[in-house]
C-alpha cells in the first residue's frame, strides 16, 4: 500500500465532514486554496502553496500537515459565523501548549499569575496583529468545557510567591501612618479596587476599543504585585481584583471581535477567581463566556457553561446574579430552539430579581444587571426564538414588550446621566428593538430604531454594535430594500443581504 503525500502509510477514506462544510460553503476548490494561502502569509508560513490538487487531495481524506487545520478551521469558522474546529473538519491537529491553546491550564496560583503576566505583556508588545491575532485559537465543546469543570475541584492554596519572587516585610506604622501589607496598603489596595471599577464604568459608556490597552496594562502591573508574599486575605484581594481586570480585558476583547483573545483572558480570570475562592466572580466570568458562545452559534457550550456557574455559585451568589444566571441560560435555550425551557429560565429570572432586597450587597460586577438589563436579554431571548421557529409571530409577541420596556428605561437612565450611561447597552436594544419591528414587517419603524442605534454607534468604539448594525439593516434589505431609508441605511453600514434570515443581537 503506497505512502501519501502528507506521509500516511495507508490510502484514508474521503473525509465526508470536510466535503460537507466544503459544500455548504460555497466556495471553489481554487477560491479555498487562495484563502488558505493569504492566511498562511499572514502567519509568516511563506512556504506553504496550495492548489486545487491539494483540495481535493484534503477532500479525499489527505490530513495536511499545520497550519494548514488550524488556517481550515479559522476560514471555515469565519464564513458561517460559529466556532468550526478542526476536528469538526475531520482533520487531525497537533496538540498546542496550554499558552497558545489557551484553556486547559494547570489550576494553581503560581502557574496562574505566570500566565497572566505573560500573556498580557504579549498583548501589551504585540497587540492586534502580532502574536494575539495569528497564534490563538478558540476552544469549544468538551474542549473547552472539560477543563472548566475543574473550577469546582479543590485544590491546595498555599499563598507562597513565585520562585525568585521578592518577598517584602510588614512594617507598622505609626498614628496617621497607613500599615503597610507586606508592600501594598490598605488604601493602595482599595485604589486598585475603585480603579477596576471606573474601568468597568468607561466599557459601559464608549465601547471596548477605547480603554482596552489600559486594563491589559493595569492587569500586568497587578500580576507583578502577586509575585511578592502576602497575607493570605492580601492575596485573595489582589487575586479577586486581577480575576476583576482579566474578566474586563476579555469582555472589551469581546466586544472589538477579538474572540481567541477574550476566551483566554476568561479563562485566565476564572483561575484567578478561582484563587480568590470567590465562587460568585467565578460564575459571573463562566456566564461571559456563555454569552460568547451564544454569540458564535454554539448554544450547547454556552448552556454548559451557565449550568456550571449555577451549580458552583448555588449557595453563594446575590438574588441579582442569580437572577443574570437565570437570564443566561434562557438566551441559551433560545438558541437550541427548547421554548418550554427557555420560558421557564425567563419566569425564573424575572422572580428571583424580584427578590432582591433594600439591604442585599452586590458586588460592584453584577451593578450593571438591572431591571433594563433583565427585560433586555428576556426579550432577546424570545425575538432569537422566533427567528430559530421560523421568524414565529408567538415569541416576537413576547418580545416585543420586554424589548421596548429596555429601551425606554435605558433612554431615561440616558436623560438623567449623560455621562455615566450604559450606552453601549442602549445602543444594542435599540437594535433589538428594530429587529422585531423587522419580524413584524414594519420597515418604518425598524428604520427608525435603527438610525437611532447608528447615530448612537458613531460615538463608541464597540465592533460588536457596528457588525449588528450592518447584520440587520442586510437583513432589513432583502425584504425591504425598496424603502428608501433602509437602502440609505444599509448602503451605510455596506451591509449586503444575507443568505438566510437569521440575525443575533448579543
Known amino acids: 500500500m503506497g505512502v501519501n503525500a502528507s506521509g500516511d502509510s495507508q490510502v484514508r477514506p474521503p473525509n465526508e465532514r470536510l466535503t460537507s462544510w466544503f459544500q455548504r460553503s460555497g466556495w471553489s476548490k481554487g477560491e479555498l486554496a487562495r484563502q488558505v494561502n493569504r492566511r498562511a502569509r499572514r502567519l509568516g508560513a511563506h512556504h506553504i502553496s496550495t492548489d486545487t490538487s491539494r483540495v481535493r487531495r484534503w477532500l479525499d481524506g489527505e490530513q495536511p500537515r499545520e497550519p494548514i487545520p488550524r488556517i481550515l478551521a479559522e476560514l471555515f469558522s469565519e464564513r458561517f459565523g460559529c466556532v468550526v474546529g478542526v476536528e469538526d473538519l475531520g482533520l ?22 505566570a500566565l497572566i503576566n505573560e500573556f498580557s505583556r504579549s498583548d501589551l508588545m504585540l497587540g492586534r496583529r502580532g502574536f494575539l491575532g495569528t497564534a490563538l485559537t478558540m476552544s469549544a465543546g468538551p474542549a473547552l468545557i472539560e477543563p472548566m469543570q475543574r473550577w469546582l475541584v479543590p485544590t491546595p492554596t498555599d499563598g507562597e510567591p513565585l520562585p525568585g519572587a521578592r518577598l517584602l516585610t510588614v512594617a507598622g506604622g505609626g498614628r496617621g501612618e497607613a500599615r503597610r501589607l507586606s508592600g501594598i496598603s490598605e488604601p493602595e489596595l482599595a485604589v486598585l479596587e475603585e480603579t477596576t471599577a471606573q474601568f468597568r464604568r468607561w466599557d459601559a459608556q464608549s465601547g471596548g476599543g477605547l480603554r482596552r490597552k489600559a486594563v491589559v496594562g493595569q492587569l500586568h502591573e497587578v500580576t507583578d504585585l502577586l509575585a511578592e508574599s502576602h497575607p493570605e486575605p492580601v492575596r485573595r484581594r489582589l487575586f479577586r481584583v486581577t480575576a476583576e481586570l482579566a474578566e474586563l480585558a476579555g469582555w472589551m476583547s469581546y466586544d472589538i471581535g477579538l474572540q481567541p483573545t477574550a476566551q483566554k483572558y476568561f479563562v485566565l480570570a476564572l483561575h484567578a477567581a478561582k484563587e480568590a475562592d470567590d465562587r460568585p466572580l467565578g460564575a459571573y466570568i463562566l456566564s461571559k463566556m456563555c454569552r460568547q458562545m451564544i454569540h ?64 442585599e450587597r452586590d458586588p460592584d460586577w453584577i451593578g450593571f444587571f438591572s431591571e433594563a438589563e433583565l427585560n433586555a436579554e428576556n426579550g432577546h431571548s424570545y425575538r432569537d426564538l422566533s427567528y430559530v421557529a421560523g421568524r414565529s409571530p408567538t415569541y416576537v409577541t413576547r418580545a416585543r414588550p420586554h424589548l421596548e420596556r429596555a429601551v425606554a428605561l435605558f433612554g431615561e437612565e440616558r436623560e438623567r446621566n449623560p455621562g455615566g450611561a450604559h450606552h453601549r447597552s442602549y445602543a444594542l436594544n435599540l437594535i433589538g428593538m428594530a429587529t422585531v419591528h423587522l419580524l413584524e414587517r414594519e420597515p418604518e419603524a425598524f428604520a427608525a430604531q435603527a438610525s437611532e442605534a447608528a447615530e448612537l454607534a458613531g460615538r463608541l468604539r464597540s465592533e460588536r454594535v457596528n457588525d449588528r448594525l450592518r447584520k440587520t439593516y442586510a437583513a432589513a434589505q432583502r425584504d425591504f430594500g425598496d424603502v428608501p431609508e433602509v437602502r440609505d441605511g444599509a448602503a451605510v453600514f455596506g451591509a449586503q443581504p444575507p443568505a438566510n434570515s437569521a440575525v443575533r443581537a448579543v
Do not use: N
Not at 92 to 110: F, H, K, M, N, T
Open 92 to 113: 487531525r491537529s497537533a496538540r498546542q501548549p496550554a499558552a497558545v491553546s489557551g484553556i486547559d491550564l494547570p489550576w494553581a496560583g503560581p502557574q496562574t499569575v
Open 296 to 359: 458564535l452559534g454554539r448554544g450547547d457550550d454556552a448552556l454548559e457553561l451557565v449550568h456550571l456557574a449555577q451549580y458552583g455559585s448555588r449557595d453563594t451568589a446575590t438574588s441579582r446574579t442569580q437572577a443574570m444566571l437565570y437570564a443566561m441560560e434562557a438566551r441559551a435555550y433560545a438558541t437550541q430552539g427548547q421554548p418550554a425551557k427557555c420560558h421557564r429560565a425567563v419566569r425564573m429570572a424575572e422572580e428571583t430579581f424580584g427578590q432582591i432586597g433594600a439591604d
